[in-house]
T-cell receptor, first 111, second 109 residues
Framework: EAQVTQNPRYLITVTGKKLTVTCSQN?????MSWYRQDPGLGLRQIYYSMNVEVTDKGDVPEGYKVSRKEKRNFPLILESPSPNQTSLYFC??????????FGPGTRLLVL | GESVGLHLPTLSVQEGDNSIINCAYS??????FIWYKQESGKGPQFIIDIRSNMDKRQGQRVTVLLNKTVKHLSLQIAATQPGDSAVYFC????????FGTGTRLQVFP
C-alpha cells in the first residue's frame, strides 16, 4: 500500500529537549516536505526536499532542521523545542512539487 | 470558503444531496489549484486539481469549477455520502502553494 508514515503520532516534551519526528514514504517519490497545521491557519510549509541531499526552507523554517540522506526518509529535527512549536505536523511526498500524499500527522506539545 | 479566526465555516447536507464547497483565492497570478480532504485525525488527502487554463474538471463524483474573473474556486460533490464528512480546503499555487483553512462538511442521514 502506498503510504507516508510518521512517528511518533503523539509527543509531549519539555522546552529545550531535542526531538526528531521521522517520516518515510514507500512510493519512490523525489519530493518530500514538512508542514505544520495550527488552528485558524492553513498548512504552512517548514522545509522541503526535491531529492536526496537537496533541502530548502519553506515559509516557517525557524527552529527546525531536516535531512534527506535517503530518498524514502525525511526526518524533522527540533534541536531546542519551544512552546510555540506546539502544533500538528504533517509530512508529505509527491512525484512532483505539490504535496499529494500526506502522513497521518504528529501532534506535538512542548511544555 | 476561507475561514476567519478559529471557527471553520460548516456546510451541512443530507445524505444523497449534492454539496458545493467554495473557496476564494487571493492571487490572480495563481496558475494551479488543488482541493484536499482532511478527515478527523488524519492527514490531508489530495482530491482533484485544476490548472488556470481550465474552467472545469471532473473526477469521480467530484467537479471543480474555476472562475478566474472573481477568483473563485468551488468543489462539487455529487450524491454526498457519510464518508464525505471532513474538512475540505483549497490551495493555490503561484511560486508556492498557499493553503486555505477550509470548510467542514457534515453529512446527516
Amino acid at each position: 500500500e502506498a503510504q507516508v508514515t510518521q512517528n511518533p503520532r503523539y509527543l509531549i516534551t519539555v522546552t529545550g529537549k531535542k526531538l526528531t519526528v521521522t517520516c518515510s514514504q514507500n512510493m519512490n517519490h523525489e519530493y518530500m516536505s514538512w508542514y505544520r497545521q495550527d488552528p485558524g491557519l492553513g498548512l504552512r510549509q517548514i522545509y522541503y526536499s526535491m531529492n536526496v541531499e537537496v533541502t530548502d526552507k519553506g515559509d516557517v523554517p525557524e527552529g527546525y532542521k531536516v535531512s534527506r540522506k535517503e530518498k524514502r526518509n525525511f526526518p524533522l529535527i527540533l534541536e531546542s523545542p519551544s512552546p510555540n512549536q506546539t502544533s500538528l505536523y504533517f509530512c508529505a511526498s509527491s512525484p512532483t512539487g505539490d504535496p499529494q500524499y500526506f502522513g497521518p500527522g504528529t501532534r506535538l506539545l512542548v511544555l | 470558503g476561507e475561514s476567519v479566526g478559529l471557527h471553520l465555516p460548516t456546510l451541512s447536507v443530507q445524505e444523497g444531496d449534492n454539496s458545493i464547497i467554495n473557496c476564494a483565492y487571493s492571487n490572480s497570478a495563481s496558475d494551479y489549484f488543488i482541493w484536499y480532504k482532511q478527515e478527523s485525525g488524519k492527514g490531508p488527502q489530495f482530491i482533484i486539481d485544476i490548472r488556470s487554463n481550465m474552467d472545469k474538471r471532473q473526477g469521480q463524483r467530484v467537479t471543480v469549477l474555476l472562475n478566474k474573473t472573481v477568483k473563485h474556486l468551488s468543489l462539487q460533490i455529487a450524491a454526498t455520502q457519510p464518508g464525505d464528512s471532513a474538512v475540505y480546503f483549497c490551495a493555490e499555487n503561484t511560486d508556492k502553494l498557499i493553503f486555505g483553512t477550509g470548510t467542514r462538511l457534515q453529512v446527516f442521514p
